[in-house]
């Protein structure tokens, strides 16, 4: 356990700064990662499906649904909505995995053994906490000067700071349990092993994959407005 743990923390250091410079950079940067993203995370969907070509085939769509939301939302909204929306999912799986890990207690659900519902619960808290604090360090009013122009889900901007916040999160761990699922059925720990302790692409953005069309059509419903 530890020393795939130890895995885990290497590969972080390494491909966090990396991404980070893809993200923040932007332009064809952005879209270059978002290509080798795509390409990588198709060729193990493809793979784990093996036989079910229905599956396949859902499944490359959404993929292009998500990764074409994620040009556009990154695009529109700007690096620093964006980058909330990473860091929510980022730290909604590390709050599922620290609780799970120390609280235990009853299981979420029967498709993903190891979540727990104290997982679930310290996914929301280290999403809502990690986001209070970047935030802050963006503006120095979070509540009222962060830039989520394309929000309106109530008059009272802390009251939509958190729901927001709290919606993403649900939707990254409901996006986490939809893969687990998949990979029950293809009856497989992980879709790849080309990341160290955390085994493929896919299993580390799954709940951002979910994540990011839903903000892009929170955004797109706003403008409509």
């Not at 795939?4 to 980070?20: C, M, Q, T």
């Not at 980022?90 to 609780?99: A, H, L, R, V």
């Not at 659900?109 to 906490?129: C, D, H, M, N, Q």
């Not at 009272?156 to 993403?168: A, C, M, P």
Request: net charge positive; hydrophobic share 50%; glycine share 8%.
């Amino acid at each position: 356990m530890k020393k795939e743990f130890k895995k885990r923390i290497y590969s972080s250091i390494v491909i966090i700064p990396i991404s980070l410079f893809f993200l923040i950079k932007g332009s064809v940067y952005f879209t270059f990662f978002l290509s080798i993203l795509f390409l990588a995370t198709s060729y193990e969907w493809i793979n784990m499906c093996k036989k079910k070509v229905i599956n396949k085939i859902l499944g490359i769509i959404f993929l292009i649904i998500s990764f074409y939301s994620a040009y556009q939302l990154r695009k529109i909204s700007g690096i620093n909505s964006f980058l909330l929306i990473v860091l929510i999912c980022i730290f909604t799986d590390i709050g599922g995995y620290i609780f799970g890990k120390f609280f235990k207690g009853p299981k979420l659900i029967k498709i993903s053994p190891k979540k727990t519902y104290a997982g679930t619960f310290g996914g929301f808290l280290l999403a809502v906490v990690a986001s209070l604090v970047f935030s802050n360090y963006i503006n120095s009013d979070p509540w009222f000067s962060f830039p989520l122009e394309f929000l309106e889900l109530t008059k009272n901007y802390e009251t939509t700071f958190l729901i927001f916040v709290l919606i993403i999160s649900l939707v990254s761990q409901i996006g986490d349990l939809i893969i687990s699922y998949f990979k029950r059925l293809a009856k497989v720990k992980d879709t790849g092993k080309i990341i160290p302790g955390h085994g493929g692409i896919l299993d580390r953005i799954d709940g951002l994959i979910f994540s990011i069309p839903i903000s892009y059509l929170l955004m797109f419903l706003r403008k409509k407005k």
